[in-house]
């Protein structure tokens, strides 16, 4: 009964996915809540894919590290002294501790070596040998081959100043499959940007993709965030653009009669403008996605990077990263607007975990197939069917 039920949802998906858009439809519930759909997620998406694990200036100069996770991998992205960056797992090769374990040591910082905690087995940072082994204490009385130590690595890819890693030595490259998404996301200059503030709600309690495919369609503007997004930027006049196959765009200009004064605590409704827009750039909000789970919400004064990585089958944890300008930072007035960014986004992913609960709540009573279509605003959603189908349709399913 499990294999026919993986491979009954596997034929569904097939279905689904081939469907025009004007005929397009949501994906079977079993989709959002199946273990075994799930597991094979993990192995041929996520395990397999390019994923965004952060932003250059997290680790801008030689010796910085920034310490992430990838579906329980724990990884380090360190720079080198020749500027060059490098993934490697963090799991000492000892006794398999964390060597930088979220307990003692802050995400990101400066290291001239990795120092395991446990055992202060050392690794070196330094080009062609980061990963390496340097020093084992008291290991000198048994037979141990100190040359055949290191540290797994991980592929890496820089695009668009976001860090980007893959768990599959035979993937092709990221940079040469997003042409067009470069394209829309140049006018921004992403890996000009620097991070002003991170956020993480953990655990939600619903499947990633109905997070990943909320926060990819404006459609939904005006009921979940009727008295918010809507008003800024109201969602049926979102214009859906062309795109890769690996991602979506879109653009909503704003509302004509923006507030421009400072609001009730002074702060102004518009930090520092990143430099070089253009007039349709400073006009409204860019939505941009790659899949599997990256969405980037761009705005004149910043780019909000949001990511939503599976927990289980009905759980995610929602990160975000908000980029600004290097000259915000040095600008009166920063701190206060950055609380209010904060205090705006913490609204905003309020208003969304309504809405991704409930419709998890929905997909768990087993529902009949959904009887609607695909607005035209929900394209992008068509557009993720289509990629996951590429990915988990086809192969053979091994059957635990």
Known sequence: MLHDGLHSLLDELAR?????LERGE???????????????????????DWLCVGHVSQVARPGDYLRTDVLGEPLVVTRDEHGDLHALSRVCRHRF?????????????SLKRLTCPYHTWTYRLNGEYVGQLAGAPLMNKVDFDRAACRLPRYRLEVWNGLL????????????????????????????????????TWENVPANWKVAFEN??????????????????VPGKDTVIEECDPRGYSMFTPFAADLPTAPDEDGVPPVGALIPGLGERELSGLRVAGLFPNLALALVPDSVTLLRWVPTGPTTHDALATVLV???AQEQPGYEAYVAASRRQLELIQGEDLVAVRGVQRGLATG???SGG??????CPLWQFQRYLADRLVGAPVAIA
């Open 215 to 232: 926060g990819s369609e404006n459609y939904h503007h005006m009921g979940t965030h009727a008295n918010s997004l809507e008003r800024v």
């Open 325 to 327: 300008p290097a000259a």
């Open 367 to 369: 529902p009949a197939p």
């Open 26 to 48: 949501t994906l079977p519930a079993r989709a959002y809540t199946c273990e075994r759909f799930h597991q094979l997620e993990q192995e041929r998406v996520f395990r397999a």
């Open 373 to 378: 279509r695909f607005s035209h605003l929900e």
């Open 97 to 109: 501790m964390d060597v930088l374990p979220p307990e003692t040591t802050p995400e990101q910082g």
């Open 16 to 20: 689904v996915s081939a469907l025009p």
């Open 164 to 199: 980007m890693v893959n768990a599959n030595p035979s993937a092709p490259p990221l940079g040469p499959q997003l042409g067009r998404l470069d394209a829309v996301l140049a006018p921004y200059r992403l890996a000009d940007l620097v991070v002003a503030y991170t956020a």
